[in-house]
């Protein structure tokens, strides 16, 4: 199976910049997507194909990457962004999940 | 408006089985896949398989063939899971999410299978 790796949690002030990345062990083209989890919330779809914002998505949230490395940019971060970010590949099967970047605000 | 609502929580003996529900609304059941997925607590998202509303064609994660049965009702636009031979391994969090080509646009708001004697 297509391991992602994530870093497992980031620190930031509100209105600064974040990326979190999202590594993968094999080539999945542009089929990576991210999702925002919330405690006791079932995931909210961000980004999908790579760089495509999900309808109803704030502009503040942009994806970039293709083949094995990409990353999910917040710019800026506001209060209400922290959560738990995952990543997830379509290109080989079984679908995979990375575990999951926790951001919290300092 | 998009809805997904998921049947309420379990408490199920190691050994037995549980079927669990998602009743779908605000989208045409027929012309989309529904995923199951699987998170058990502070781990990663795993996914289980899905099943297509229109002929009831299912996928499967190989390691989940055998655990998992996926059914559709589309008179009532429901998507269902069996769960078999249940564990302790089994006890997490499960999702149904609607799949938009190969990514999950809409998700239920999940059901707790606690397994336990």
């Known amino acids: 199976d297509t391991v992602l790796t994530q870093s497992p949690a980031l620190a930031v002030s509100p209105g600064e910049r974040v990326t979190i990345s999202c590594r993968a062990s094999e080539s999945v083209s542009t089929r990576m997507h991210w999702y925002q989890q919330k405690p006791g919330q079932q995931p909210k779809l961000l980004i999908y194909?790579?760089?495509n914002l999900e309808s109803g998505v704030p502009a503040r949230f942009s994806g970039s990457g293709s083949g094995t490395d990409f990353t999910l940019t917040i710019d800026p971060v506001e209060a209400n962004d922290t959560a738990t970010y995952f990543c997830?590949?379509?290109?080989?099967?079984?679908?995979?999940f990375g575990a999951g970047t926790k951001l919290e605000l300092k | 408006e998009v809805q997904l609502q998921q049947s309420g929580a379990e408490l199920v003996k190691p050994g037995a089985s549980v079927k669990l529900s998602c009743k779908t609304s605000g989208y045409t059941f027929s012309n989309y896949y529904m995923s199951w997925l699987k998170q058990m607590p502070g781990q990663n998202i795993e996914w289980i398989g899905n099943i297509y509303g229109g002929n009831g064609g299912t996928g499967y994660n190989q390691k989940f063939k055998g655990k998992a049965t996926l059914t559709v009702d589309k008179s009532s636009s429901t998507a269902y899971m069996d769960l078999s031979s249940l564990t302790s391994e089994d006890s997490a969090v499960y999702f149904c999410?609607?799949?938009?080509?190969?990514?999950?646009?809409?998700w239920g708001q999940g059901t707790l299978v606690t397994v336990s004697s």
């Open positions: 997830q590949q379509s290109w080989n099967d079984p679908n995979t």
């Open positions: 194909g790579a760089s």
């Open positions: 999410a609607t799949a938009i080509r190969d990514w999950f646009a809409y």
